[in-house]
């Protein structure tokens, strides 16, 4: 008979395990994969229900926006559709916003700036020496007269000329140059000077800013198209004709008026210094009034010259007067086949000195204004002509009460 010993493997087994004494490493690494398998499973559970969340809100977000969406179009339809403007009542067009583009044309190329602007000096002449290449004007113009006044001051004599201006709109421009640019000159605002004074700088008698003043009166003078001929004047300057008879004899006259000839002595060729050679050599050195009058095409060629006037600027001080020299020299070299040789300017150097006769209240008569008038030694367009000066000088402010009872209607002004 067996024994009971021997009774299943397995069972006995499975009790021997149990009943083996537990080892201490064993007991640490069943801790450590019991702690491990929570934490994991608290981490899965919390990712998961997350996940959830999420899901859930998403859809609800996405519910209400498509009911809300469904409500307000809802809603729109339900609205009666909003009333007309009251132009589309009344049949009227609206206006369109968008921007209507400037027409672009001649009229900003042919707006003249006003006398006062910010031009520098060197930007006044290179803006007025453009000259177009077409000779025919594209638009409808008047051919004027410019009066260009180089003063110490205010143009002390200028109720006499408002006389001479007077009836003669749109026919002449007015442009003034006060060689003491601080002087503080209050002008009427219904006088033809009004606003006429043009950027300045100050001026001293017989030296080469003198020459600068009259490019500068110049190229003012050419910013306006319509201006055709240029007349230098100084503030002691009077007419002896009438506007009519001036203009008609500057517009249609075919040579300038740029006094010139050639004088030996210590006032002539005396004044000519051998550095300026060989832009301009002894035998070219001339000399003349520089109270001028030339056309537009001589006005850009002068105020576009850089050669001779550097020459003068550089050369020509001391007892050389530029004002006397360079205008009488340049013209005469470069475009003497235009030019008259004379003045138009009357003056009275009889009495010898650095400066011509001055005219005060005394010596204003008829019989010598007549007398100023009827000079008939000189050529108008190569012809005899009874009229030589149009201008006479220099008349002092004291004169101005006679002037103004004697010239206007013995010169018939427009009264």
């Known amino acids: 008979m067996k024994n009971n010993n021997t009774q299943n493997p397995s069972i006995t087994t499975l009790f021997k395990l149990f009943n083996a004494p537990l080892h201490i490493s064993n007991l640490l690494s069943l801790m450590l994969f019991f702690f491990f398998g ?3 499973g608290i981490i ?3 990712h998961l229900k997350n996940i959830s969340f999420n899901l859930q809100f998403t859809q609800f977000t996405h519910f209400s926006h498509s009911n809300a969406t469904l409500a307000d179009v809802s809603y729109l339809a339900t609205q009666p559709p909003p009333p007309p403007p009251a132009e589309l009542e009344l049949g009227l067009e609206l206006e ?4 209507v583009p400037e027409k672009v044309g001649l009229k900003n190329y042919l707006t003249v700036p006003e006398p006062m602007h910010d031009m520098t000096d ?3 002449l290179w803006r007025a020496s453009m000259v177009p290449k077409v000779r025919d004007y594209p638009f409808e113009r008047t051919e004027k007269v410019a009066f260009m006044f180089l003063t110490r001051g205010p143009v002390v004599l200028s109720p006499l000329w408002e006389r001479f201006f007077k009836g003669n709109d749109g026919l002449f421009s ?4 006060s060689s003491d640019s601080s002087a503080n000159v209050t002008v009427p605002e219904d006088s033809v000077f009004y606003g006429r004074r043009i950027p300045s700088k100050d001026v001293e008698w017989g030296k080469v800013n003198m020459i600068e003043a009259e490019r500068r009166l110049l190229a003012n003078a050419l910013l306006d198209f319509s201006n055709q001929r240029f007349v230098l004047l100084s503030e002691s300057c009077i007419p002896l004709f009438n506007f009519s008879t001036v203009y008609t004899y500057l517009i249609n006259s075919k040579h300038n008026f740029v006094e010139s000839y050639d004088l030996e002595g210590p006032v002539g060729r005396g004044r000519y210094s051998p550095k300026m050679a060989p832009t301009v050599d002894i035998e070219e050195w001339r000399k003349g009034s520089q109270w001028f009058e030339m056309n537009r095409d001589l006005a850009i060629e002068v105020i576009s010259d850089k050669m001779y006037f ?17 205008l009488p020299t340049f013209v005469t070299k470069m475009f003497g086949e235009t030019n008259s040789n004379r003045t138009l300017h009357f003056v009275d150097w009889a009495k010898g000195g650095p400066h011509p006769t001055r005219y005060t209240r005394n010596d204003v008569t008829e019989e010598f204004l007549e007398e100023l008038r009827n000079d008939k030694s000189c050529e108008y367009n190569g012809k005899e002509n ?11 402010f004291h004169a101005l009460d006679r002037l103004l009872r004697i010239a206007p209607k013995l010169m018939q002004f427009n009264l």
């Open 174 to 177: 007015i442009y003034v140059h």
């Open 310 to 326: 550097s020459v003068f600027h550089d050369f020509c001080d001391g007892q050389c007067y530029a004002d006397e020299h360079y």
């Open 44 to 46: 899965l559970t919390f």
């Open 38 to 40: 929570l934490c994991f």
């Open 122 to 124: 060197e930007e006044l």
């Open 386 to 396: 009874q009229i030589c000066h149009l201008f006479a000088r220099k008349f002092t």
């Open 96 to 99: 369109t916003t968008t921007p």
